[in-house]
Each structure stands twice: as C-alpha cells, then as structure tokens.
C-alpha cells in the first residue's frame, strides 16, 4: 500500500480559513477517487469531501462543508488538498486523506492525521 502525509492543519479562530495537504507517496493517487476524512474526539471517522480521479467531479459530505471547502487534486504532484473557508468550531478534528472506500478497502495506509482547531 501507499504511504500518505497530511499537514496543513492548526489552532485558529472561527471564520479562518486553512489549507491541508496530504502528499502521498509508493502508489500513485491519479489511479482512485480520493477523499477527506475527519474524527473529532470521541467521535466516528467520517467522509468530509471526495475528489473524481480525473478532479473532474467532486462530493461533500454535508451542506455546510460543501458551501466552505474545496478539495482539490494535483495528480503530477501525486497530493491532495483541502480548502477550508469560514472554519467553525464544529470543525474541530483530526483530519485524515485516504483512497474512496472502494470494494471494501482503502487503497493507501492512514497517515497520522493533521489536527484543526478552531476556537470561538
């Protein structure tokens, strides 16, 4: 499997915006659909956005990200990114990137995640 390396994250004030970035590496993410995902504490991991291998169509996973994020691919630099816009405290979690959960399994191991905190 492939490795991948998120980082982006940070402490910051409601209203901030951030940008992740999840480089990965042994395997190459033009061959899947890729997406966001985020556990906040205590919490289930869940999907937060997925790209199209192409980049051509992409999915959020609520109304409320959908308005506020952007993911986004760039498969020469075989990295993933996620815009976020107008954070909220709601948006509190570690955040992971992975392949789509694609005939029960993930395409890439977890990366450590990268924390986002935002405050009131």
């Known amino acids: 499997q492939g490795q991948l390396d998120e980082s982006g994250g940070g402490l910051v004030q409601a209203g901030s915006s951030l940008r992740l970035s999840c480089a990965a590496s042994?395997?190459?993410?033009?061959?899947?659909?890729m997406a966001w995902y985020r556990q906040a504490q205590g919490k289930e991991r869940i999907i937060v956005a997925s790209?199209?291998?192409?980049?051509?169509?992409?999915?959020y996973g609520t109304y409320s990200v959908k308005h506020r994020f952007t993911i986004i691919r760039d498969n020469a630099k075989n990295t993933l990114y996620l815009q976020m816009n107008s954070l909220e405290t709601e948006d509190t979690a570690m955040y992971y990137c992975?392949?789509?959960?694609?005939?029960?399994?993930?395409?890439?191991?977890w990366g450590p995640g990268t924390q986002v905190t935002v405050y009131s």
């Open positions: 992975n392949s789509d959960y694609i005939n029960g399994t993930y395409y890439f191991t």
């Open positions: 042994g395997r190459n993410i033009s061959d899947y659909n």
């Open positions: 790209i199209s291998w192409s980049g051509a169509n992409s999915n």
